[in-house]
């Protein structure tokens, strides 16, 4: 499972900048999710996509949050203009199809100042 | 729905003692049920997950059972050892427009006292 890259580890943004998460899931995995993550907390889903297309984005907000998953290239999440309370790790992970086990990366810390 | 409950959410035991976590789902239609453990400041690794048409599944220390009538399902760790601490998260495979997506449990953090 070390297969899943992300990229920054860590990530300091001022507020208002926007902040761009890469995520290269395990070579021939079609299936990315990502999951956000607050110190002591769980793993709150966001998106979840195949290549070019977004599945579910229950768990995104509208507005400022965004996901892709190119037919080449990582997966990316862009938040704009973050906020203090964007400031969490974030999680992708991918499978090679539904329902079999996910990989996850080793997240990207993002924080706000 | 789009639940899955976890309890306890800490957990210490004596080293050598056994552990249980319980997850119960909402969601009649999931079928595969993984198990992750996260140590401080690391990814979730996959340690263990079972899929709906089995009861129970063994790897050396860990088990998993399942009860898909109740919707519940545990993980139980035997001979716990201090490199068992971490926290630990159920997830559920939960079926939403025709595709499934994994939603996790709130995790439980489990110390193992030497």
């Known amino acids: 499972n070390a297969g899943v890259m992300q990229n920054p580890r860590h990530l300091v943004r001022r507020r208002g900048q926007e902040a761009r998460l890469r995520c290269s899931p395990v070579?021939?995995?079609?299936?990315v999710y990502w999951y956000r993550q607050l110190p002591e907390e769980g793993l709150k889903f966001m998106v979840y996509l195949q290549k070019e297309n977004i599945i579910d984005e229950s768990g995104m907000p509208k507005e400022r949050f965004s996901a892709e998953f190119p037919k080449e290239g990582p997966s990316i999440l862009r938040i704009q203009q973050v906020v203090r309370g964007d400031s969490a790790a974030y999680f992708c992970?991918?499978?090679?199809?539904?329902?079999?086990?996910?990989?996850f990366g080793q997240g990207t810390r993002l924080t706000v100042v | 729905g789009e639940n899955v409950e976890q309890h306890p959410s800490t957990l210490s035991v004596q080293e050598g003692d056994s552990a249980v976590i319980k997850c119960t789902y909402s969601d009649s239609a999931s079928n595969y049920f993984p198990w992750y453990k996260q140590e401080l400041g690391k990814r979730p690794q996959l340690i263990i997950d079972i899929r709906s048409n089995v009861g129970e599944k063994k790897d050396q220390r860990i088990a998993v059972t399942l009860n898909k009538t109740a919707k519940h399902f545990s993980l139980h760790i035997t001979e716990t050892q201090p490199e068992d601490s971490a926290v630990y998260f159920c997830a559920a495979s939960i079926l939403k427009g025709g595709t499934y997506k994994y939603i996790f449990g709130t995790g439980t953090r489990l110390k193992v006292l030497a």
């Open positions: 992970a991918s499978s090679s199809s539904e329902n079999t086990e996910a990989f």
């Open positions: 070579k021939g995995h079609s299936h």
